[in-house]
């Protein structure tokens, strides 16, 4: 039987006690399902269920305390609430040291019971909705953990993020060359009820153009010369999760079209077979072209562009977002130790400079491989290229540059938080707001709007 929400399961062995206590319970208004074996009642237990459990302590086969440990083991939160005899008293108090949630001794009034089930309920209510919130921050917590930053850009890209992921709907993906689009994929799916599925990443660019139909399709034996046996592709290896992939204007025309059958009817047809199979997948695409040109172009698929372009999401440079570069590179550096094992250098202001000086045309990527070069102990080179790019090199222009670098990342860190900053940056608060005025910084560029 399946319990309806706030199911209160009642164990007792006694046909006639169980009759009693349901209909007490009914009559105020309560779901009962009652079982004369704990195994019954144990096999509907489980971290959502939204009910509780009261049992009987002694009955043949499993008793009530064994029930009672077997329910804890799968949700050590789950209340129980023991029915005891008089005899059993000491027994039931001991009990609830070991995670029973109360216990009522036989005979009981039916007003008892009722009271002691309605506060197991609020419990169990409270416990479930704290679950949910806890999974809710966890969530944004591992979207901004792989999207960081904090200017006005990046705000925005984790909001969308967070409305499209608990959709079904695919997706586009688009962004210059290095701005993170796979890093976003991975965001949108920790963050959508796919998380617990795989991630199958394709690159499409680098699939062999003979191998790419039977790559993602899959084969059956003897479809073609060397198929020995059947194989699964990519999309079925995906099955309950997201298929994400990269570079999707690189894939050839022809195969374009399957992909559009692909997405458009969840099934395929492996090589060899005229049998469809169900795919249950999410498609993630993306693109560094302007997939809308390459259409106009006739190089790109127009209908498999809008199928694809249900959501779209644009990645930002980091051009667009300079407020973010010393925060991301402290996070890169941070990862970098941790990757080639070495302890995190500090990094000094003059070179924090020289990294909000530069263009970055590479994006994180190339920003990444700074990090890396810059954990090793390798030269980066920056103030040569300053020199190079034909800088004002005056000691007053660089010391403002300097200064304005130093404040900007104060003030990113500290989400724009004046009195955080000033008191970080030991120095006034009218003395930070003349600086921020004479450099042209404004505090609502890092403000954490989430």
């Known amino acids: 039987m399946t319990p309806t929400p706030e ?39 489980a971290r959502q269920f939204p009910g509780v459990l009261v049992t009987d302590i002694r009955m043949p086969g499993m008793d009530g305390l064994t029930l009672m440990r077997k329910v804890l083991e799968i949700d050590p939160e789950f209340p129980v609430i023991l029915v005891t005899g008089h005899g059993d008293v000491e027994l039931a108090v001991s009990s609830m040291q070991d995670g029973a949630y109360d216990f009522v001794e036989k005979p009981y009034a039916p007003s008892r019971l009722v009271e002691t089930v309605r506060r197991a309920l609020d419990k169990r209510r409270l416990t479930l909705e704290n679950r949910a919130l806890r999974a809710q921050v966890g969530r944004r917590d591992t979207v901004e953990a792989r999207l960081t930053g904090r200017s006005p850009a990046m705000v925005a890209l984790r909001q969308h993020i967070r409305a499209v992921a608990e959709t079904d709907a695919d997706v586009l993906i688009t962004g210059d060359t290095g701005t993170g689009k796979e890093v976003t994929a991975r965001a949108l799916h920790r963050a959508s009820p796919r998380r617990d599925g795989p991630f199958m990443s394709i690159n499409c660019a680098a699939l062999p153009a003979e191998l790419i139909e039977s790559e993602l399709f899959g084969h059956e034996a003897g479809a073609f010369p060397g198929a020995m046996r059947m194989r699964f592709g990519k999309f079925e290896a995906a099955r309950g999760g997201i298929v994400f992939l990269d570079e999707i204007d690189s894939l050839p025309r022809p195969l374009q079209g399957k992909l559009l059958h692909a997405i458009q009817n969840r099934s395929i047809t492996r090589l060899g077979s ?11 695409a993306a693109s560094k072209l302007n997939l809308e040109e390459e259409a106009a172009a006739e190089r790109f698929r127009p209908d498999l562009l809008y199928r694809l372009n249900v959501i779209s999401i644009l990645v930002p440079p980091l051009s667009e977002r300079r407020a973010d570069i010393p925060l991301l590179f402290a996070q890169l550096v941070s990862e970098a130790a941790a990757r080639h094992k070495r302890p995190a250098p500090d990094v000094s202001g003059a070179i924090l400079t020289a990294l909000s000086a530069r263009d970055w045309p590479g994006n ?25 790019d034909g800088e004002d090199t005056t000691l007053a222009a660089r010391m403002a540059h300097y200064e304005r670098t130093l404040i900007a990342a104060s003030l990113a860190a500290h989400g724009g938080q004046l009195k955080e900053t000033y008191g970080a940056l030991g120095i006034s608060r009218k003395a930070l707001y003349d600086k921020m005025q004479r450099l042209g910084l404004s505090r609502t560029d890092y403000v954490d709007e989430e």
């Open 364 to 388: 994180v990527r190339e920003l990444r491989n700074a990090a890396d070069r810059y954990v090793l102990g390798l030269d980066l080179g920056f103030e040569t290229e300053l020199l190079a």
């Open 7 to 45: 199911t209160i399961l009642f164990v007792d062995d006694e046909e006639h006690l169980r009759l009693a206590a349901s209909q007490a319970l009914e009559l105020d208004d309560l779901k009962v399902t009652a079982f004369a074996e704990a195994e019954k009642a144990l096999a509907l237990v």
């Open 274 to 284: 005229n049998e469809p199979v169900t795919l249950d997948v999410r498609f993630l």
